[in-house]
Nanobody, 124 residues
Framework: QVQLVESGGGLVQAGGSLRLSCAVSGRTSSYYAMGWFRQGPGTEREIVAFVSRGGNYPYYTDSVKGRFTISRDNAKNTVFLQMNSLKYEDTAVYYC?????????????????WGQGTQVTVSS
């Protein structure tokens, strides 16, 4: 059974940075394209970024382009989301997800495995 565990969330002031990690266990992460999603208060879960199995072809939603970076270390079975210049509107629970294909996707339904989420709160 594949398990995803997020960490690295917390409370940060606007303009600050956080680095989220997603540890993959049960099967090596190199089998999966990985995505980061988020769900803010009263909103639907939305794509933030995804990356292919090989670590290339990154995608970012427009609101985080130039501020967030997705990366992965398959040797450590871990995927990262570096978040810089955080804004109040980035406040959300952040989830990582795994898809058993080479390329990632922006669609929630395309991901088979999900973590429990980590809370990111940005104070204005």
């Amino acid at each position: 059974q594949v398990q995803l565990v997020e960490s690295g969330g917390g409370l940060v002031q606007a303009g600050g940075s956080l680095r989220l990690s997603c540890a993959v266990s049960g099967r090596t992460s190199s089998y999966y394209a990985m995505g980061w999603f988020r769900q803010g208060p009263g909103t639907e879960r939305e794509i933030v970024a995804f990356v292919s199995r090989g670590g290339n072809y990154p995608y970012y939603t427009d609101s985080v382009k130039g501020r967030f970076t997705i990366s992965r270390d398959n040797a450590k079975n871990t995927v990262f989301l570096q978040m810089n210049s955080l804004k109040y509107e980035d406040t959300a629970v952040y989830y990582c997800a795994a898809r058993e294909t080479y390329y990632g996707s922006s669609q929630l339904g395309d991901y088979k495995y999900w973590g429990q989420g980590t809370q990111v709160t940005v104070s204005s």
